[in-house]
């Protein structure tokens, strides 16, 4: 029997982790029909049963309907949450990146507290097959926790499709070129760094007309609305059409993230023909390729020099373009699957 922690799908502001949380339970159900979903829509209180969960009063199983099997049951977990699992269980867990390992100050306390009491080391370390979306990931995996390499599987996500697209009633202005930032407003993600360039660069005679667009909710460390300089706009929630067509209208997705495990937001961008700037450390050369320019996200004139690239040299915009689409023809569902299912295969050696 096959339990998968579905909670993941009940995310009210879905990130780049739910998106790919969301690609894994899809193909899970479809390969094994009779897997059972643990959601949580039906327990009287999501606070309890975590707390439950957390001083193991109750397992995994047994909250999506699995009280007892003759069988060893597998475990599939997508991402960092209050977990227990029978003992005899072989645990699946899904690692996206270590960045609240490496850099806690990139996190709000509240954070801090939820990797704490989620007990995310122990939890994986104790995990019987590992799955890194990135082989950036594994290696961390393996250099920082000691994870054995024999047990860790990459499975990349696929590269979402568009589609649609509305333009969202939220965007101020009208027919002016403009820059994106998507994803969480957040220190890790690097958006002042964002509006920082963007200022060294706004009032050059090519781009004064340019706009910053900041598309997504306000996380820790975001700039409050009245920090924000003139022709710098920031639209607190999208929704996947708005998304999209934001992608499609950009000049460039500006993306320097300070740590990340994959990079969704720059395939997205790539599957519309937007051009990326991405950083040059952590996963995102491995994510993007030669389909993007690289930048360092500790050197804001890097990331100015970038943006005016792209909006200077038609050439060079073209080609991030063409490759940005090759990139996405890459990371395809039918690799997403097989990368799965030879991880599942891994997993019922062990049963």
């Known amino acids: 029997m096959i339990t998968v922690d579905a909670r993941a ?22 390969k094994f029909p009779d897997a059972r979903l643990f959601t949580g829509e039906k327990n009287f209180s999501n ?32 991402n960092t949450h209050f977990i227990h699992t029978a003992s005899t269980a072989i645990r699946m867990q899904v690692v996206h990146d270590l960045s609240f390992f490496h850099a806690p100050q990139w996190f709000s306390p509240r954070m801090r507290m939820w990797h704490h009491a ?18 950036w990931t594994r290696r961390d995996l393996i250099s920082h926790l000691k994870i054995p390499a024999e047990i860790i599987h990459v499975v990349p996500p696929a590269a979402s499709l568009p589609l649609g697209g509305e333009r969202p009633a939220a965007l101020s202005f009208k027919h002016k070129p403009f820059f994106l930032f998507l994803g969480t407003l957040e220190k ?29 909710r306000a996380g820790f460390g975001a700039p409050r609305a009245r920090e924000l300089p003139d022709r710098v706009h920031h639209i607190s929630y999208i929704t996947p059409p708005e998304k999209w067509w934001l992608l499609k209208h950009a ?7 300070f740590f990340e495990g994959f990079g969704l937001p720059p395939l997205e961008a790539a599957a519309v023909g937007c051009p990326t700037i991405v950083s040059d450390c952590t996963a995102p050369p491995e994510t993007m390729g030669d389909a ?15 943006m005016e690239a792209i909006v200077v040299d ?22 997403q699957r097989a990368a799965l299912d030879a991880a599942f295969a891994h997993a019922q050696t062990l049963l």
């Open 314 to 335: 038609k050439k060079l915009a073209s080609l991030c373009r063409t490759r940005g689409f090759d990139r996405v023809r890459w990371y395809s569902a039918d690799k």
């Open 47 to 78: 606070s309890l049963t975590n707390a439950r969960l957390m001083l193991g009063l109750t397992t995994l199983e047994a909250q999506s309907g699995v009280h007892s099997s003759s069988e060893r049951p597998i475990v599939f977990i997508p």
């Open 251 to 257: 000049t460039a997705l500006v993306y320097p993230s």
């Open 118 to 135: 989620t007990r995310a080391q122990r939890e994986l370390e104790s995990a019987d097959i590992v799955l890194a979306v990135s082989a």
């Open 188 to 216: 890790r993600k690097n958006v002042r760094g964002v509006i920082e360039a963007f200022e060294m660069i706004k009032n050059l005679p090519m781009l004064r007309e340019f706009q910053l667009v900041l598309a997504g």
């Open 9 to 30: 799908l009940r995310e009210p502001f879905p990130t780049g982790v739910t998106e790919i949380a969301h690609q894994f339970i899809s193909h899970i159900t479809k």
């Open 292 to 306: 993007a320019l690289h930048v360092s996200p500790y050197d804001i004139s890097q990331i100015a020099l970038a």
